[in-house]
């Protein structure tokens, strides 16, 4: 059983422990340049406080929750154009190593994508992810979203440059497969 719940500021220090003993690398593969190496309670409040407390704000920080109500990761779903009513799925983690690879990532998504088209009226949702993250991407894609021209050169990490690919769904899409999902 997998769910979502917004984020408070006591989780930020599962955050802060998913990271320990990690590298630069790899805060950057899944936070992208939102935070500084090492990542610190610190840097989360202020992201916290500059985008989800803000008046009007339309970021969304959620805590995962796995089995046995165990805070497994986290995820963000952000308005990314108003007038276009495009969001952006970013900050995206399975932070406990024990529930990688069960399938959860595409449970998440798929709730995130429910949430951004059901409850919030997108249009459109999009996510970045890194061209060597295959594992990410088969997850992207299965759970519908496609992937959308190659971006050389995108972010600067410790091996030199990484290139990304925006990947994205429409409500429309996302509806065709839910019904696709139903019939089957």
Partial sequence: MMKLELMNKEDFCKIVEWNKDKSADFLLQWAGPSYIYPITIAQIEDHYFNEVQKEHSNTFIYKII?????????????????????????????GEEKARGKGFGAKVLNEVLRIGFEEIGYEKITL?????????????????????????????????????????????????????????
């Fill in 66 to 94: 796995g089995d046995e109500d165990v805070v497994i990761g986290t995820v963000e779903l952000r308005e990314k154009d108003k007038v276009n009513k495009i969001g952006r799925v970013c900050r995206f983690l399975i």
């Fill in 128 to 184: 970045g992810v890194f061209d060597f993250n295959i594992g990410a991407i088969k997850c992207y894609e299965k759970v519908g979203l496609k992937k959308g021209k190659l971006v050389e050169n995108s972010r600067k990490a410790s091996n030199g440059y990484w290139n990304s690919y925006d990947m994205g769904i429409t409500k429309k899409e996302w509806v065709e497969k839910l019904d696709a999902r139903r019939y089957r």
